[in-house]
């Protein structure tokens, strides 16, 4: 028991009234519980408030701030109601908690007053617009410039004036001065208002269906016809088509899908074609299939047709999409491409080509039994209905074919809103059966078509005549390609075929078609022959900073240059800086420490002023660079490449940074010996070695277009004077800044992107390469029960569905590894499903790029599990920065999961069934900011051809960026960024389907990229290497003229609003921004949000669409929209862009009146201000 009468503790039993006293009272609060847990707080009474007397009247200021002009407004607002409540705070507790207690953004207003009725009617004076003593309004970001409003008077009263004037224009403001001595605390002010936005992705305007019968369709195809406000010469058609409309579409199938005819295609084009060009006599040129359009039941889909003016010729291009809208909303739809060509009227009035039918006939005597052509197609897997067998007759001859076709009468009724009937013309080109000879029963689609013409509009009875173009060759061949005559009863040439290319095809392939993942966006690196005109030399003479190699490629080039008047500085690896060194008669030697980045700046600097004294700008004195070095990397089978990658691509970044950072404008070749493995080489482990460098060179031809980066890759098995005139043949012609040179037994050839086509694999047409359209289905499709896989980077997020995508076809032991063990339920429970379905997933953690780790990873599959049948390769990490600021640690850091992963588990592993490498896109579209990751994806690429060549399995997959993983990790600013490039996110279940497909693929590499290539070439700038796919890059491309244009149109008084305006808007898409309004033209751009990769993308914007180059240092240089625009105004007026006026119209004082009567008072101030700057200095 407690005796409670003798202590001086009282529990209290009742709500206890707390006992005032002198000082602050104190009481303990205890808990005990039977589970062991006591606790005891002791608490203290609160502080007393004292009671406050009325002040005397006092001169404050409200400081109210937000981050754009809309919240600024919303927020003065909410003050202004908060003031009209009965229970307001005093007027120093407002301004005191508004100033100290708030955080103060760059727009900013600041009222002064006395008294909270003053303070209400200067509010309500701002929110309408008015001028008003006592309110300043401005932009942070220039102090030096006045704000907005009227002076005071009084001591008090002017300092508050004072420091409101500072505020709003920006300038820190020391609070304590306002309120030392005075009785203030903090109170309730009312929040934030939040601008809030709607992120959803809305259906664009023009997108909805075409419904039947509709009044504005004009074409039962192509169905309306659009206008985009954003690009008025552009022509577009928009219809929904189902396996019902057109209803004649029902008996075009492969197996259950209908299929839109090649025909249906050419129609669509023509007739959009005739809109265009006001014309019925037209010619399509450069057309391709690239992707069948199937139609499944109960699923329309929605088909565009988009023609785009040319020069000479339009554009046109095929595009569908399903009709349901996507789920969830905010996933855009996916478009794929079927269709691409180009189409133009016909000049002149050339006649009628007319032919003889008897003398056609008289060539083809043996009958063709039309029923024997129906029944061989449907045995071919195509279901051609009564509305497709109209051909009536047709006779076979040595090579050529003659059939007649006729449209009932019951479907020539539809032929009014066509200009033929795809169902007639498609029977015309069933007479290509009469070429071959029965039995033969593969199955043939056209893919590409080199010419057609229409010289008049088809009636509904039309004869065909078809010649095969090499008829001594065996008709059962992978691919064929014919001729046909379309001509009336009586002779006249209505249409006439010119280069029909046809491919076997697999029926099953062919229905899988753009129903699948793999739909669209799958692509191929082909090399196409282009020789370059040969030029009497190097032109105007100048300097060339050569980079030499050991063996001699370079002495070579130097000497020949020499003998062309040209002067040569060479740089040789060295132990220490060393200039004067000589170099024979040919040039000047220097020698450079490889991995000492003060040494290359030291070398351009050398190089540059060796030429520069003549009175040019140093920047502009090289007339090129060619680095040599990787010629000499070495590389045994122990794997060494560090030393190699050092020498080769960590030397070409530190020249890359030693260049950009000295402002030098010139070519830059980076040359290589065998980088990549092509048909003939011989295999060595140089193509590994030198690899990096194609990945660097590409985003360095992205971040930076002052220096076109060109790379060159020598034949090992060239003589060295073979090699230096190849060299010299790049020198001696203009540099197309990205291309990838690549010279074979002296053909050079170039590297493009290239679609691949669907149809069982088979390639885009215009590589000229072979169809594979019957080889191994790929053994990613029968995994095996009794072997193991390995998935590197498999506790990632993709790792992990790459687990489950494995097991759900078949493997029963997958092994997952990574550097650390799954910490998290996210990770543990995909695995623990696997475990519960029977499945046995090992975790092994460990450095896949460390070589001890990976043997011990090896080796523990090989003692405790079946054998190791696959590997899948995924494993990667990011370290970005744009090239200037990229240090070589950054690349070790990303070259080692990757390259030395890869390695390791190539050295490794033996007997597999496959080696997949996940590479990335980054590789070879030069995404900016990311030269390491690049050069790390390159590599992949090359051992995966160097495995082939070996006969190993393996496939690099250059993936565009998934949905998940390291996609997933992304800011919200980045992802935005990637959107408005045209790159869209790759599904999981899309690319786990697009993997099973491309690792049948006969050559190492492959891409896979959800791309708009318009959209990115937009953003990102033209690339040789996918000029294929978005239009061709020439070697002298005009400036972007568009700002220019538009700032000669208006008044000079209202260019630099003009100009301002244009630079806010560009900032603001760089920003992933909704509107231009969002960015304050004073406000720093790097505090909005603009960083080191970013700042390189605005800079190529604005040099685009300025037409003369840029500082890559732009964005520090001018940090603000109206800093960037004074620049490029600058700039504009004192080149010919926008001209001044001659020197007999100048008058003594070079005075804009016009411009100046334009200005606002704040920027004229602030152009005084700068030019007493300028004076001062």
Not at 243 to 262: I, Q, S
Not at 359 to 372: E, F, G, I, M, R
Not at 533 to 554: F, H, I, M, S, Y
Not at 818 to 845: C, F, H, K, W
Request: glycine letters at 10%.
């Amino acid at each position: 028991h407690i005796p409670w009468h003798a202590i001086p503790v009282r529990i209290p039993v009742e709500r206890t009234a707390w006992p005032r006293g002198a000082g602050a009272g104190t009481a303990g609060v205890s808990s005990f519980g039977f589970s062991g847990t006591n606790a005891h707080v002791i608490v203290q009474e609160a502080p007393r408030v004292h009671e406050r007397t009325a002040l005397e009247p006092c001169w404050h200021l409200l400081a109210i701030s937000a981050k754009s002009p809309e919240a600024l407004r919303d927020l003065v607002g909410r003050h202004r109601a908060a003031l009209e409540t009965a229970n307001h705070p005093r007027i120093g507790d407002l301004c005191f908690t508004a100033a100290v207690g708030r955080a103060h953004f760059p727009y900013r207003v600041a009222v002064t007053g006395d008294t909270i009725p003053l303070l209400r009617q200067r509010l309500d004076a701002f929110l309408r617009g008015q001028p008003c003593a006592g309110v300043w309004s401005g932009v942070a970001g220039s102090p030096d410039v006045p704000a907005h409003g009227a002076s005071e008077s009084s001591d008090r009263q002017a300092m508050t004036a004072h420091l409101a004037a500072k505020y709003a224009a920006g300038g820190a403001v020391d609070w304590g001065v306002l309120f030392v001595g005075l009785d203030v605390r903090r109170v309730a002010l009312p929040t934030y208002p939040f601008q809030r936005q709607r992120y959803w992705l809305d259906h664009p305007a023009g997108s909805a269906p075409v419904r039947r019968g509709d009044e504005f369709t004009v074409h039962p195809l192509l169905g309306r016809r659009g206008y985009s406000a954003g690009a008025s010469d552009l022509i577009q058609f928009e219809a929904e088509l189902d396996t019902r409309h057109p209803v004649y579409l029902a008996d075009h199938r492969v197996g259950d899908v209908v299929v839109l005819p090649a025909t249906a295609q050419i129609e669509m084009a023509l007739t959009a074609g005739s809109v265009a060009t006001d014309s019925v006599r037209l010619a399509i040129t450069n057309m391709t299939f690239h992707q069948g359009l199937l139609l499944r039941e109960g699923a329309a889909r929605v088909v565009q047709t988009i023609l785009t003016p040319h020069a000479t010729c339009h554009r046109f291009e095929l595009f569908s999409r399903p009709a349901s809208p996507p789920a969830p909303p905010d996933q855009a739809p996916t478009w794929t491409r079927h269709t691409s060509g180009e189409i133009a009227a016909v000049a002149g009035h050339a006649p009628q080509p007319t032919v003889c039918i008897a003398d056609l006939s008289s060539a083809c005597t043996q009958p063709v039994p039309v029923n024997a052509v129906y029944e061989r197609i449907a045995c071919q897997g195509l279901r051609y209905g009564p509305s497709f067998q109209l051909l009536q007759r047709a006779w076979r001859g040595s090579g050529q074919a003659l059939g007649e076709a006729i449209l009932p009468a019951h479907m020539a009724d539809a032929r009014h809103a066509t200009m033929w009937h795809p169902a007639l013309i498609d029977a015309c080109l069933h007479t290509v059966a009469g070429v071959f000879e029965p039995g033969s029963a593969a199955t043939v689609v056209p893919v590409r078509l080199d010419r057609f013409e229409l010289f008049a509009k088809p009636g509904s009875h039309l004869w065909s005549h078809v010649r095969l173009r090499d008829p001594d060759a065996a008709p059962r061949r992978t691919a064929f390609c014919v001729d046909v005559d379309l001509f009336d009863p009586e002779g006249a040439v209505v249409a006439r075929f010119e280069g029909l290319h046809w491919q076997h095809v697999e029926p099953a392939a062919l229905a899988a078609g753009d129903g699948d993942a793999a739909a669209g966006w799958a692509y191929d690196i082909a090399w196409r022959e282009l020789p370059i005109g040969k030029q009497a030399g190097t032109g105007e003479c100048g300097t060339w900073l050569l980079l030499g190699d050991r063996g001699g490629v370079a002495g070579l080039v130097a000497r020949r240059m020499d003998e062309q008047g040209q002067q040569c500085v060479i740089a040789c690896p060295g132990a220490t800086f060393r200039t004067g060194g000589g170099a024979g008669e040919c040039g000047r030697r220097i020698d450079v420490r490889p991995d000492v980045e003060e040494d290359f700046a030291r070398l351009v600097e050398e190089a540059i002023f060796r030429r520069a004294g003549d009175g040019r700008d140093p920047a502009a004195a090289l007339r090129g660079v060619v680095h040599f070095w990787s010629l000499d990397v070495d590389c045994d089978d122990t794997g060494a490449f560090a030393a190699s990658h050092q020498l080769g691509c960590g030397s070409a970044l530190r020249l890359l940074q030693a260049l950009i950072r000295r402002q030098v404008r010139t070519d830059l070749f980076l040359v290589t010996r065998g980088a990549r493995v092509m048909a003939g080489d011989r295999v060595g482990l140089a193509c590994l070695a030198q690899s990096p460098l194609a990945g660097l060179a590409r985003v360095a031809a992205m971040e930076h277009r002052e220096l076109p980066c060109v790379q060159v890759d020598l034949d090992p098995d060239a003589s060295l004077p073979a090699q230096a005139d190849c060299v010299l043949d790049e020198l001696t012609t203009p540099a197309v800044s990205g291309e990838h040179v690549a010279y074979r037994h002296g053909v050079r050839h170039v590297a493009r992107l290239v679609r691949r086509a669907s149809a069982g694999g088979t390639r885009d047409s215009s590589t000229g390469q072979r169809a594979q359209t019957r080889g191994d289905a790929g053994t990613l499709d029968r995994l095996r029960a009794d072997g193991s896989y390995l998935i590197t980077g498999g506790l990632g997020e993709l790792g992990l569905h790459l687990a489950s995508w494995l097991a759900e076809h078949g493997a029963r032991h997958i092994v997952l590894s990574g550097r650390n063990s799954p910490d998290t339920p996210a990770r543990r429970e995909p695995i623990e499903r696997l475990r519960r379905d029977g499945v046995d997933v090992r975790v092994l953690t460990g450095d896949i790029g460390d070589p001890d780790d990976a043997r011990r990873i090896v080796e523990t599959i090989r003692a405790t599990l079946p054998p190791l049948r696959g590997v899948l390769h995924a494993a990667g990490v990011l370290d970005d920065a744009a090239i200037p600021g990229l240090a070589w640690s950054q690349f070790e850091r990303v070259m080692h999961p990757k390259m030395a992963g890869a390695w390791n588990l190539h050295r490794q592993t033996d007997n597999l069934d496959f080696f997949v490498m996940f590479s990335s896109a980054a590789g070879l579209l030069g995404s900016p900011g990311q030269a390491n990751y690049a050069a790390a994806n390159a590599c992949l690429d090359a051992l995966a051809e160097y495995r082939r060549a070996k006969g190993q399995p393996a496939v690099s997959i250059a993936w565009g960026p998934w949905a998940v993983g390291m996609s997933a990790r992304l800011d919200d600013q980045t992802r935005g960024r990637i959107a408005q490039t045209g790159l869209q996110l790759i599904g999981v279940k899309e690319g786990l389907e697009m993997l099973r497909r491309l690792n049948r693929t006969a050559s190492g590499c492959a891409v896979a990229v959800k791309a708009d290539w318009r959209q990115l070439a937009a953003a990102l700038g033209a690339s040789p290497l996918w000029s294929d796919l978005v239009g061709a890059v020439t070697r002298h491309a005009a400036p972007h003229k568009s700002w220019v244009g538009r700032l000669r149109s208006v008044p000079p008084g209202n260019r630099m609003r003009t100009l301002t305006e244009l630079i806010r808007s560009e900032v603001a898409q760089v920003l992933g921004w909704d509107s231009p309004n969002r960015v304050g033209t004073r406000a720093k751009l790097f505090d909005l949000g603009l960083d080191s990769i970013t700042s390189v993308e605005l800079q190529r914007r604005l040099e685009r669409n300025l037409g003369f180059p840029l500082p890559l240092t732009l964005a520090f240089d001018y940090p603000s929209v109206d800093a960037l625009a004074r620049y490029a105004m600058t700039e504009l007026e004192r080149g010919t862009t926008l001209a001044p006026p001659s020197a007999d119209h100048v008058h003594d004082v070079p005075v804009d009146k016009d411009r100046l009567a334009a200005m606002s008072d704040d920027e004229v101030q602030s152009m005084l201000a700068d030019k007493f700057k300028d004076l001062l200095e």
